[in-house]
């Protein structure tokens, strides 16, 4: 437990030695090796059903998991890798793009709120309602003032989901450096199976880069809570995110304690009407 409290008291936003620059990025604290994270991660990620399952079945407390970073940073390997692990029967994998011309009739926490997580399940947001001081203060797509107010109300919605619905709240960052980023979109060129995920917004959003680096740093300030932390995860190193990311969740579930419900019904009376049924079968 000691190793994971240091790995996440390491990456916590808050911690005067993180940064969002390039060479950040590229960094692996922690000092573990490729092979031992890679190895370490698997059985992270079998724990982590465990705890899941438990968590599932008291039915008591929730955990949202928040991932954000730029184009090609790794949230979907991160959900592959890691979550996937967890049983799609207590988890949820929400992705938030463009608003729909009916959200953007509503306030911008209107579409997020309705995919928290309820008692018993884990909601993994894959971008979240981040985008929202994020890509809207880059391209300035709201005022000014109205996106100061954004930074207080997102705090106030995580505060409503902690201490009023019983959910854990945990945000990463996955930190890209920009020569990372452009040797992701070359694979993506050369495998016919990633054609897919090609945009054209991928290149123009590029442009902005430095911009989005700023804004970032602004939301990570204002926002990282106690109660909802942000990590920054160093992403160039792909095995080095899913372990971290692992950890860090892992040592959430932890924490959380959950347990199984004692039985509903008389188990000694069970036990008798299965026996009956077992010598009736014969």
Not at 28 to 44: C, D, L, Q
Not at 117 to 131: D, Q, T
Not at 211 to 220: I, S
Request: hydrophobic fraction near 40%.
């Amino acid at each position: 437990m000691g190793v994971i409290a240091s790995l996440t008291a390491t990456l916590r936003a808050g911690n005067k030695s993180v940064r969002i620059d390039s060479d950040y990025a590229r960094k692996t604290p922690g000092g573990i090796s490729e092979s031992a994270a890679i190895k370490a991660t698997v059985n992270i990620a079998q724990k982590i059903r465990a705890l899941q399952y438990r968590l599932y079945a008291e039915n008591r407390q929730g955990l949202l998991i928040v991932l954000q970073g730029l184009d090609a940073a790794g949230k979907d390997g991160t959900i592959r890798h890691v979550l996937g692990m967890m049983n799609p029967q207590g988890c949820t994998v929400t992705s938030f793009k463009e608003p729909t011309p009916i959200e953007m009739h509503h306030d911008f926490l209107w579409r997020i709120h309705r995919h928290a997580p309820a008692r018993g399940e884990v909601a993994i947001f894959n971008r979240s309602h981040y985008e929202d001081v994020l890509v809207a203060r880059v391209h300035q797509l709201c005022p000014k003032r109205q996106l100061a107010l954004r930074y207080d109300q997102i705090n106030q919605f995580e505060s409503l989901l902690t201490t009023q619905n019983n959910t854990r709240v945990i945000k990463f960052f996955l930190h890209l450096s920009p020569e990372e980023q452009l040797a992701r979109f070359a694979a993506r060129l050369d495998d016919p199976s990633k054609h897919w995920k090609i945009s054209t917004a991928d290149y123009t959003e590029r442009q902005y880069w430095d911009d989005y680096q700023e804004a970032y740093a602004v939301a990570l300030k204002k926002t990282d809570t106690d109660k909802a932390p942000w990590y920054v995860i160093p992403a160039d190193h792909k095995w080095y995110r899913n372990y971290a990311v692992a950890r860090i969740v892992l040592e959430t579930l932890e924490a959380m304690t959950p347990r199984l419900p004692e039985p509903s019904v008389d188990l000694k009376k069970i036990r008798a009407e299965y026996h009956k049924a077992v010598r009736e079968a014969r």
